[in-house]
């Protein structure tokens, strides 16, 4: 096999060297990439089904314990005003973003 000496040769040579270099680069970069994001989804979709699951065993409870009381605080919350029924919606969420933030953020359950 002969080998290109000339300056022309040289510069090819290395462009085909760089081309390879960059390209196992960039495709490690890829699959790392892919790697993290498989991991994150596998684990976050686990997660967030899991507290799917979580909220329809909480709100089907009380249903399958006692319907005939569930149908009497409905009619209950019927005959409540819009905004009390606003009220009492923003602070059942704001305790529930407090208590998810110090779950997560303060250390005192793990």
């Not at 994150?40 to 314990?65: D, H, K, R, S, V």
């Amino acid at each position: 096999m002969k080998v290109d000496t000339s300056w022309h040769g040289k510069i090819n040579h290395r462009i085909h060297q760089l081309n390879y270099f960059f390209h196992l680069t960039i495709v490690n970069t890829f699959v790392r990439i892919a790697q993290v994001i498989e991991f994150w989804y596998c684990w976050n979709m686990e997660l967030f089904i899991t507290l799917i699951g979580l909220i329809l065993i909480l709100e089907g409870l009380p249903y399958a314990a006692s319907p005939e009381a569930m149908q009497r605080w409905l009619r209950q919350i019927l005959e409540m005003p819009p905004e009390q029924l606003r009220r009492i919606g923003l602070i059942a969420m704001a305790i529930g973003f407090f208590l998810c933030y110090l779950a997560q953020k303060s250390g005192l359950f793990g």
